[in-house]
């Protein structure tokens, strides 16, 4: 009758062992706790929405990787891709209920129908942190203290924030006068690491008209050697020229670079060649590399926006904020042999040497638990040999050992899985003082 | 250009906000901690499953509930609708993987296009915790601890777990001659709690065509006093006869209902009214009942199955779990008034009382975080009473002043928030030592 049907999972879709969800829950243990030492408080928005809330001010290529579909009762629903949107809609609708400056973190899972290819995965965890409602340097600062927070709290070795200023940028495309081709600049810059400068010259002669042009967005977008911030700053300042917009972007660049090396010289340097795409930052943007496997790409990327909720709401609200891509993130932690070591092991393992005894054993596991211990009991009786092989498994650091006459005294023996050293006849107190 | 679009969720969808968040992630931790000291190790699985794979097994009901849709490529696929169908899956797959007997929890979101009542949404959590591989009494037991250790551990006041033997109700149905009409016995039987006594003869009587049978299986069903454990089995060994079904039922609820009335006298009882309706389970059932809110349900369920993943493997794995419905939970502890108190507050807020000194109150900030308490940095240099509202808001311990004169000064002044009472001309470590 039961005719067995394949186990398998969706392309670009994964399990999470339980080595690999430890790890992944230590690292979100470990930012949130940072997260909250800075104030942040989480939330919580539904994994469905309405598509039209989602895919309002997204670009086609958003909209082709959406998992979208008619729900039982006809409405017109999708996955969220990201959290940002969701973000959107939950201040513009709570907005009376949250206190502003409003500093959120949210960890959770979105999708999108990517091609899967290594790293790239059609589902993923990402954990956001923004603050909206200030416009000041003093928010932008935080974040990147924030970024920095993180990388060191979860031991990262080797790490640099590459940041660069959006609103600098738009004002030096208008002073060359392509203002009006910005989404195609911005598209094609954002393939300069992976493509590489000549076929970007290509892409942005196409776009812009004029091999000229492109070469002077490449100068701009040139990567200096990272050392001085204040000389790139300057260089910045000439090519954008003197518009409000580039003063006010030289201006913040500069409040910032001076804090941020004060704070932490060489993690942050300042990158012209990063824009972020066609996303919606209009301030100052940033990109986390690994020192090490700078080719996994960035792990944490954000920036600062004029206005998150202008489609769901009059008031405008800006605000700044970053995005550390997890499983990204893992992906680069396991092929820089630089993640947490494995499961933590079990302080004991209560032997079963007589099904009947169950009890008894439960007892035993529950008063070492009273004292703060991790302690697991054998179901079966099975032979010893199966039952050490499963304690070496859980990293187990003490056999407890029990025999009907043991109970029958009301004793124990411990056995030391590292030294294999057994004690025997002990009280349930000798016993956890020695496991302790 | 921007048209305001109404910011609105699905209907049985909801924003958690940060308080409802904390909470949430409280009770999270608390229970996975219990977990992992029972040595139960996490997993994940994907949110979007096959259709085929998750909806194999499932009765109609479950069907038109599911979030089910052809994605981009035209595959099938679906939400998942519980944590079980998946993990099954999962076993399956990764059975050469895994150490046997298997503990695992998982904590995760399920969707059901149920019609949205009071306490039921159609995205819930649940934390689910099993064992397989086992067919001891010890597991059995090992759950019903966990079950109560959980419990503890949340703190929810008077809580008790009924139990059952769906094996014995079983051996009582073919005794009496109905065995072929268990699946609408189940049925039945399962609105006992919400319809009555007399509906359920009614409907009993209908499926069974007899008023006679449906009072025979009601006084099967009846629940006694509670109690008297070993009187209740013995009612039950009476009617459910002599079969080895039933003795083997009867011998698993005697030795389980021992070792619980020792752990935990008056917190496990017995109920032969607790069938599961149409769940998969063959041994024991229980279902957890809040002393003080019965009507809001099941917070937490589960059993024993004889088989976790027969539609996928040929290997038999028997296995034992319970799940607990977190968001009925914590709708039930808010009607009791029993929720833990409000977000943690902050230990300190540094004022922003000169904008351009931004970097000097980060890195007071910074110090005192290194020392291990929370702090935020108010970044706009708005009116001294705004930012005490800030801080009120946040349950804000101190806020520490810093005007320009004092930065040059090397000092801070500190204000206790709950007796206002201010001190002056601090260094940065007495300002540490007070707010420590």
Chains 1, 2 share one sequence.
């Not at 670009?12 to 339980?18: A, I, K, Q, S, V």
């Not at 513009?92 to 129908?113: M, N, Q, S, T």
């Not at 598209?187 to 300069?192: E, P, T, V």
């Not at 109970?407 to 016993?431: C, D, P, Q």
Request: with cysteine.
């Amino acid at each position: 009758m039961n005719e067995i049907i394949q186990p398998r999972i969706l392309k670009g879709f994964r399990d999470f062992l339980p080595q690999q969800e430890t790890i992944r829950a230590g690292l979100i243990d470990t930012v949130t706790a940072v997260f909250r030492s800075f104030g942040f408080v989480p939330i919580d928005t539904p994994v469905l929405e309405y598509s039209d809330i989602l895919l309002r001010k997204s670009d086609g290529e958003t909209e082709k990787q959406v998992f979208r579909f008619k729900d039982n009762g006809e409405r017109d629903v999708a996955l969220r891709f990201d959290l940002t949107v969701p973000f959107a809609r939950f201040v513009a609708e709570h907005r009376e209920e949250l206190p502003f400056p409003f500093k959120r973190y949210h960890v959770a899972k979105v999708w999108r129908g990517e091609k899967p290819q290594a790293g790239r995965y059609r589902e993923f965890v990402q954990c956001d942190f923004d603050i909206v409602g200030s416009e000041s340097v003093s928010s932008d600062f935080e974040i990147l203290l924030m970024i920095k927070a993180a990388f060191e709290a979860l031991e990262v070795p080797a790490v640099t924030v590459r940041l660069n200023h959006r609103g600098l940028f738009n004002a030096f495309l208008a002073r060359i006068g392509i203002a009006d081709k910005s989404e195609g600049v911005l598209r094609a810059i954002d393939k300069l690491g992976k493509i590489g400068r000549e076929q970007t010259a290509a892409l942005l002669t196409e776009v812009t008209g004029s091999a000229g042009t492109a070469e002077e967005i490449l100068a701009y977008t040139a990567a200096d050697d990272f050392t001085d911030f204040d000389a790139t700053v300057s260089r910045l300042e000439d090519l954008a020229g003197g518009s409000p917009e580039a003063a006010r972007g030289i201006g913040r660049l500069r409040e910032l670079g001076r804090a941020a090396q004060d704070a932490a010289p060489g993690f942050f340097v300042l990158d012209p060649s990063i824009t972020r795409g066609l996303d919606y930052y209009t301030g100052i943007v940033y990109e986390t590399f690994l020192n090490d496997l700078p080719e996994i790409g960035s792990v944490c990327s954000g920036g600062r926006y004029d206005n998150l909720a202008g489609l769901y709401m009059k008031e405008r609200l800006p605000g700044v904020g970053a995005s550390i891509g997890l499983d990204r993130l893992v992906a680069a932690l396991e092929k820089l042999a630089a993640l947490p070591a494995l499961l933590p092991g079990m302080d004991a393992l209560i032997f079963c040497q007589d099904a009947s005894l169950f009890a008894h054993y439960h007892r035993l596991a529950a008063s070492l638990r009273a004292r703060g211990m991790s302690v697991e009991v054998y179901p079966d009786p099975k032979p010893a040999g199966k039952q050490y092989q499963y304690a070496e498994k859980k990293g187990t650091r003490f056999a407890v050992l029990c025999t009907p006459e043991d109970a029958a005294r009301g004793v124990v023996s411990v056995k030391n899985l590292a030294n294999r050293e057994i004690r025997e006849h002990l009280t349930a107190e000798e016993m956890a003082d020695i496991i302790a």
